[in-house]
């Protein structure tokens, strides 16, 4: 049987224990009040009746407060808590109260919620499982191409990019979700494509494949590439603002290559005019004038010599140029020898011809479609003629070149049978023997091999020149994709714009001591970025500083930094610097922002630049949503709204931690009605 | 007795001027102008030094090239390819397929001369 509330139990009693005291008052008031005159003294009843009421009913409210009006506040914070942000969190109540089974009936029922969230969960997961797939072949698609694909709101805001872009950009921090295409290449060639789409677009509706898009060319602002770029609207959807999609490929390396040969041609060839100027002047010469005098002809004769030398040596130095030219055409790029010779060996199988490979593991930079077909070919018609079931191609790594040496049990090949080859296809509908060697500019030849009783065929095909080069840096993080949602047109004042529609900032420092004044210095430095009610994880900055000083080791004990790992890093003005442009325009947020605004505010001066940014601190919106407790810390806030620890005292978990603390803070302040920044900014100072 | 040299090239104006030359510096010189006919004199009148282009017709500069090299009585001959490529790739093939030296079109004739009489020392001038 259920209990009856205890208030009741309160209010019966708190009432019977009033009119007792009413009565009690009564008699004693009598007793006292009879003067001797045996008059009754109203004045003093009155008097004395109200001391006691008002005694009364502050020893009630007091009760009430302790065990009813505290409990049921406390019950309020939490059941906010649970609805909003953490469905996991404890009840904190005092031990005495009179609500009886509300608490329980409350907690049981936060209870029943988490179990129905979790279900409900799961069968969304399930039911969102097959369109997650999808998104991740989407987004696997979109990261595989070699282009850059950015897809732009109206105002050039990105909403999407993909690992192509994270390359041409990297350590470009300006490249970020929801900031402006502008902060990373040329604005005017962009605008002016745009506005050349638009133009078509209200010329004629129905627009042709072609006109769809706009090619031009433009620069990156802080790489200087040169990038090839393609414009192209995107479908209006319904109620949503117009965008674009942008892709792009950097070009710069090919047009340094293309433009300083195009200089080597056009200078070779005017030098090339002079000397055949004087040439024809001085042949034209002895032909015209067969009488003359001996030494006039001997000087002639020494000038046709000499400019017969100098065209020469220009023209030696042309034709290698335009042997280059040849090559550079086509859809080349650095393919894995290992590779090439697997994939023939495959295809020889089936054909009854044992291919093995030995050798350096080599990179060419090849056609490797055309070289692939060629391969085979290769290995056929050596089966062919020399009956070889067995060879072996061995790779070596020449001066430019990168040698496949066919080898087989057998004589070499004749130069005579080779020539023939060349005119062959290569395979159906492919090049001839001969367009691929000169393609690659490359040739065959067959010798005897070192070994007695072997033979070799040997095609050379160009190295690459990356042959040993360092690997291109790995991208932990894969991109997140902004969901196209529509980017609400901003609020002419920052503060008043919606805290949903705002990129924030939440960063975290690591320092050498407590004091910037006394010279303690920032040793770290992390941002996350908060967007639309998530945290951007392919955005993160996360960045060591030297500090320039030594690190005391109660400090570094608590952030694990030494001076070992922190001595071939940039000092905190390049840091800073580089951070600037990351926040740009977006709401700083903090963990006690105060604390590491100061370190970075001494360090402005003397990095040129200036945070203007409005700030939030977590630990005051955290008092202001929670004041029934005094537990502020990061732990105890995280542990509050139901926040994973891990990394702590690193910038970077530090930062992740209060981001997500944050998120919760941001939903439960929505909830209050406090929308804006404004009022957020409010709320933060008190 | 004056050093052999044996000329094929199917280009006449280079085999007159080469043929000039190399007379010239005393060296007793045969001609031909393709890669069969050249087989046959060397088989005929065996020459210290082979001035061979590569583009020929009936068979090839590198054919006639890796012919003799393939016959151990002949190795002593020197094989100076002449070819109008110049692409680095037929220096390497030439040079694998068994020739000596390698020079390309257009050459000076000084640049010819010195390199002749590099290799085969000894002969009086003119």
């Known amino acids: 049987m259920t209990r009856q509330p205890g208030y009741r139990r309160l209010l019966w009693g708190g009432s019977l224990l009033y009119v007792l005291l009413l009565g009690g008052t009564g008699i004693l008031v009598h007793l006292l009040s009879v003067s001797p005159e045996g008059r009754p003294d109203i004045l003093l009843i009155f008097a004395v009746a109200a001391c006691i009421n008002v005694a009364a009913l502050v020893i009630l409210f007091a009760v009430l407060h302790r065990l009813i009006f505290r409990p049921l506040y406390l019950l309020n914070q939490g059941v906010e808590i649970v609805a909003g942000v953490n469905s996991a969190y404890e009840f904190d109540l005092p031990r005495h109260h009179l609500l009886g089974n509300l608490p329980k009936a409350v907690e049981n029922l936060s209870t029943a919620f988490l179990k129905a969230k979790r279900e409900m969960a799961e069968a969304l997961a399930a039911g969102a499982g097959e369109m997650e797939d999808r998104k991740t072949q989407l987004e696997t698609v979109l990261n595989s191409l070699r282009e850059g694909v950015i897809v732009c709101d109206d105002r050039a805001r990105i909403l999407f990019y993909n690992s192509a872009v994270r390359r041409l950009f990297y350590d470009n921090e300006a490249l970020g979700l929801g900031r402006s295409l502008y902060l990373l290449c040329a604005r005017d060639p962009v605008e002016n494509s745009l506005a050349i789409l638009r133009q078509r677009k209200i010329r004629n509706e129905e627009m042709t494949e072609e006109e769809k898009g706009v090619r031009f060319v433009c620069t990156t602002i802080k790489e200087g590439a040169l990038l090839h770029c393609h414009i192209r609207m995107l479908p209006v959807m319904p109620a949503r603002p117009w965008s674009f999609v942008f892709t792009c490929e950097d070009v710069s390396h090919q047009v340094d290559i293309l433009g300083r040969r195009d200089n080597r041609l056009r200078s070779l060839v005017s030098k090339m005019r002079a000397p055949l100027t004087n040439l024809s002047v001085s042949a034209e010469g002895l032909n015209l004038y067969p009488g003359l005098a001996a030494e006039t002809r001997s000087k002639f004769e020494q000038i046709i010599v000499q400019e017969t030398h100098i065209l020469i040596e220009h023209f030696d130095r042309l034709a290698h140029e335009i042997q280059e030219m040849v090559s550079a055409q086509y859809a080349d790029s650095d393919v894995f020898a290992g590779d090439l010779v697997a994939c023939v060996a495959k295809k020889l199988k089936s054909q009854g011809v044992q291919l093995t490979m030995t050798g350096d593991p080599l990179w060419v930079y090849a056609d490797s479609v055309s070289l692939l077909l060629l391969l085979e070919f290769l290995a056929l018609k050596i089966r062919d003629y020399c009956g070889a079931g067995t060879i072996e191609i061995q790779t070596l790594l020449g001066d430019k070149r990168v040698y496949f040496d066919y080898c087989w049990q057998g004589s070499a090949i004749p130069q005579s049978e080779l020539q023939r080859w060349l005119s062959e296809l290569t395979g159906p509908a492919g090049f001839t023997v001969s367009e691929v060697l000169e393609r690659h500019g490359s040739d065959i030849w067959s010798n005897p091999h070192a070994i007695s009783g072997y033979a070799i065929l040997r095609l050379p095909v160009p190295s690459s020149p990356n042959q040993w080069g360092t690997p291109e840096p790995v991208l932990p993080e894969r991109p997140v994709y902004h969901d196209f949602a529509v980017l609400e047109p901003a609020a002419d004042v920052l503060t008043e714009q919606a805290l949903d529609r705002l990129t924030f900032i939440v960063f975290d420092t690591e320092t050498t001591g407590l004091s910037p004044l006394d010279g303690d210095e920032i040793v770290s430095l992390a941002g996350v970025k908060v967007f639309k009610g998530g945290i951007i994880v392919g955005e993160i900055f996360d960045k060591m500083v030297n500090p320039c000083r030594t690190i005391p080791r109660e400090s570094v004990r608590f952030h694990g930094i030494t001076e070992e790992m922190v001595k071939d890093k940039p000092k905190i003005g390049e840091v800073l610097r580089s951070f600037h442009s990351y926040v740009g325009n977006a709401v700083l947020v903090g963990h006690n922002a105060a604390f590491d605004m100061r370190f970075i505010r001494m360090k402005e001066q003397e990095a040129g630049v200036r945070f203007r940014n409005p700030v939030l601190d977590t630990l005051s919106l955290s008092l202001y949503l929670h004041d029934h407790t005094p537990e502020h810390s990061l732990d105890a806030i995280a542990q509050r709204l139901g926040v994973e620890i891990r990394g702590r005292h690193t910038a970077r978990g530090d930062s992740l931690i209060t981001a997500e603390i944050f998120l919760r803070l941001l939903y439960l302040l929505m909830e209050r009605g406090i929308t804006t920044l404004g009022k957020a900014m409010e709320v933060s100072r008190r | ?126």
């Open chain 2, 1 to 126: 007795m004056a050093h052999r040299i044996l000329i094929a090239d199917d280009e006449p104006n280079i085999v007159l001027a080469l043929e000039y030359l190399m007379k010239n510096e005393g060296y007793e010189v045969q001609t031909v102008t393709d890669g069969e006919d050249a087989l046959r004199a060397i088989e005929k009148n065996r020459p210290d030094l082979i001035l061979l282009d590569i583009m020929m017709p009936n068979l090839d500069g590198y054919e006639v090239c890796q012919r003799i090299r393939s016959d151990p009585s002949m190795k002593d001959i020197v094989i100076i390819m002449l070819t109008a490529k110049g692409r680095e790739v037929e220096r390497e093939k030439g040079l694998a397929l068994g020739a000596d030296f390698y020079i390309s079109k257009p050459f000076s004739t000084r640049e010819v001369v010195k390199k002749v009489r590099e290799i085969l020392p000894g002969n009086p001038g003119p």
